[in-house]
T-cell receptor, first 119, second 117 residues
Framework: GAGVSQSPRYKVTKRGQDVALRCDPISGHVSLYWYRQALGQGPEFLTYFNYEAQQDKSGLPNDRFSAERPEGSISTLTIQRTEQRDSAMYRC?????????????????FGSGTQLSVL | AQKITQTQPGMFVQEKEAVTLDCTYDTSDQSYGLFWYKQPSSGEMIFLIYQGSYDEQNATEGRYSLNFQKARKSANLVISASQLGDSAMYFCAMREGSGEYGNKLVFGAGTILRVKS
């Protein structure tokens, strides 16, 4: 597609339910990132993939959060047993090449995000 | 420690005037990149400008320029001739070059800019 696509755009769920958020990156983009953004704050890094390999998951808050990208394209962020504090905008971003020591200029293209509300 | 600090929660500027949004960063890497993104009320994240740590000249993109002062570790965004459509949240971000697979983009808390007519 032309841009990074995320679905659903909005998700309302009850506390304790599991949710799965989907990200379809720009075609051909190698790297895929998940960020979480609270209202009025900057995006907070969650995890990152190169192709299908999860290279960094240091930002995942706890073991209720997981992500996968099995074929190196579409990614799913799963939150199990949701809690009210999980409510936020979840953003996916992709970049053409992996970042590295000589590729610090790789900018991220962001999707519109999934607004998650846990009641 | 904060990697990216944006000390101005909010700024006002008169239409057609220039405005500077502050950003300071913290890194021990020699190779790193600095970015500015714009987030209008619609929520999208729009890339504005990039500055590499080895770039000798300040980056410019149309009405946007980056005032890069490496010794002071600052990367301020300058918007010239402000327009009403510039009203948005602005984020400064940094990617460090260390690590086998590079590093994630780390964002500051943002500055809300309001352009007055």
């Amino acid at each position: 597609g032309a841009g990074v696509s995320q679905s659903p755009r909005y998700k309302v769920t009850k506390r304790g339910q599991d949710v799965a958020l989907r990200c379809d990156p720009i075609s051909g983009h190698v790297s895929l990132y998940w960020y979480r953004q609270a209202l009025g704050q900057g995006p907070e890094f969650l995890t990152y993939f190169n192709y299908e390999a999860q290279q960094d998951k240091s930002g995942l808050p706890n073991d209720r959060f997981s992500a996968e990208r099995p074929e190196g394209s579409i990614s799913t962020l799963t939150i199990q047993r949701t809690e009210q504090r999980d409510s936020a905008m979840y953003r996916c971003a992709s970049s053409l090449v992996p970042p590295g020591p000589f590729a610090t200029n790789e900018k991220l293209f962001f999707g519109s995000g999934t607004q998650l509300s846990v009641l | 420690a904060q990697k990216i600090t944006q000390t101005q929660p909010g700024m006002f500027v008169q239409e057609k005037e220039a405005v500077t949004l502050d950003c300071t960063y913290d890194t021990s890497d020699q190779s790193y990149g600095l970015f500015w993104y714009k987030q209008p009320s619609s929520g999208e994240m729009i890339f504005l400008i990039y500055q590499g740590s080895y770039d000798e000249q300040n980056a410019t993109e149309g009405r946007y320029s980056l005032n890069f002062q490496k010794a002071r570790k600052s990367a301020n965004l300058v918007i010239s001739a402000s327009q009403l459509g510039d009203s948005a949240m602005y984020f400064c971000a940094m990617r460090e070059g260390s690590g086998e697979y590079g590093n994630k983009l780390v964002f500051g808390a943002g500055t809300i800019l309001r352009v007055k007519s």
